[in-house]
Structures are given as C-alpha cells and as structure tokens.
T-cell receptor, first 114, second 113 residues
Framework: DTEVTQTPKHLVMGMTNKKSLKCEQH?????MYWYKQKAKKPPELMFV???????INESVPSRFSPECPNSSLLNLHLHALQPEDSALYLC?????????????FGPGTRLTVL | SQELEQSPQSLIVQEGKNLTINCTSS?????LYWYKQKYGEGLIFLMM?????EEKSHEKITAKLDEKKQQSSLHITASQPSHAGIYLC?????????????FGQGTRLTINP
C-alpha cells in the first residue's frame, strides 16, 4: 500500500480566514513533504520533515505554518493568505530523506484564496 | 535556468504510436524519478533510475538513464488513451542532505484515437 491521503480535496478561503490542510500516511515513512503547484508548473518544495522534525524550509512565508504531530500526520496551517497563494498543495512521504527513497504523493488539496 | 530540462513540452500522438520524452540535467543525477500526473491530481510514481546505463520497464513504459547519468528518456510503446497526462521527471541534484526533489517543466501527452 503506497497511499497518502489529503483532506480536504478543495478549499476556498478568504484572506482573513485560518484553515488547515491535513496529510496522512500509514506506510511507516519517516519523511514527509509539502509542495505547492501552480497551474501548468511543476511542484515546488515548501517543507521537509524528517522524524517529525522540520528539516527544510524553502523560505516559505510565515503565513504557512507546517506541523508534524506524529510520524503519520502532517498539517499545513494557513493564515492571512493572499490570492496568489491559490494553488494545488501536494503532500508526499518517503521512507527516509535519502535521495534514493521514492516519494509517494497524495491527491492534493486545491486551494482558492478570495 | 531550469536544472532539469524536459522535451518536448507537449506531444500529440495517434493511439498505437510510440513516443519518447527526454529529461536532461546539467548536473550528475543521483536518482532520477519519473512521475505521471492527471490534471489537478497527485503525482503517480512510475519508475526510479539510479545507475548509469540502467533501464526499467513497466507494462508499455520503459525508462533509461544514460551512462553519464545526466539524461533520461521515457519511451511508451503502442500508446493508449490511458497514457494521456503530464509526465514529470524529478531528481535530487545534491549529494548530501535531506532530499530536495526538483522537477522538469513536464511533458503534456495527448493521445488521439
């Protein structure tokens, strides 16, 4: 089983709202990732968690706040977003952060900021 | 400039025809991944290549990594409508540290009946 689940599938929020994206995997993976994908562009890495600790933050604005409460869960808390933050947000997981460990992706959350 | 260059950017082929997508890096590839994405959906893992000269196949899709480990190709034989989608190559171009995948711009494949 290589399933990564993400909720919600779609999210519409105003610029003053606070919302959260959720990602879950039960493959025993210890590395989890958040990516942002704009229309007709490839995914871009936002955050990497390794053993529940933040390993990489790709200079993401503080209005995006990641959280890894346990080895199976990854959240992305959203606050005071801008319309340009509208995108597909993808979660992925891999066995570890080693370059040769395959990342498996979830179906994504389509976020629209009004 | 793009670290991973994919070509072509889009491809329209008739059902049953063969096709090839290329992915070129300016740096040595330590792990090269091929993914497929349907519009607005997640990425589906196809294959991973690590060793120079390596070739892997799954059903009608074959991927190769050249000996110098700076280029990979994805070949589809006897294309079917189910092959339509966006094909992305991804790689970690660093030798050490946590995995940071960068992706090519993608190749949009359309299969005409």
């Amino acid at each position: 089983d290589t399933e990564v689940t993400q909720t919600p599938k779609h999210l519409v929020m105003g610029m003053t709202n606070k919302k959260s994206l959720k990602c879950e995997q039960h493959m025993g993976h210890r590395a989890m990732y958040w990516y942002k994908q704009k229309a007709k562009k490839p995914p871009e890495l936002m955050f990497v968690y390794s053993y529940e600790k933040l390993s990489i933050n790709e200079s993401v604005p503080s209005r995006f706040s990641p959280e890894c409460p346990n080895s199976s869960l990854l959240n992305l808390h959203l606050h005071a977003l801008q319309p340009e933050d509208s995108a597909l947000y993808l979660c992925a997981s891999s066995q570890t952060v080693t370059s040769t460990d395959t990342q498996y992706f979830g179906p994504g959350t389509r976020l629209t900021v009004l | 400039s793009q670290e991973l260059e994919q070509s072509p950017q889009s491809l329209i082929v008739q059902e049953g025809k063969n096709l090839t997508i290329n992915c070129t890096s300016s740096k040595t590839l330590y792990g090269l991944y091929w993914y497929k994405q349907k519009y607005g959906e997640g990425l589906i893992f196809l294959m991973m290549l690590q060793k120079g000269g390596e070739e892997k196949s799954h059903e009608k899709i074959t991927a190769k990594l050249d000996e110098k480990k700076q280029q990979s190709s994805l070949h589809i034989t006897a294309s079917q409508p189910s092959h339509a989608g966006i094909y992305l190559c991804g790689a970690d171009l660093r030798l050490q540290g946590a995995q940071k995948l960068v992706f090519g711009q993608g190749t949009r494949l359309t299969i005409n009946p």
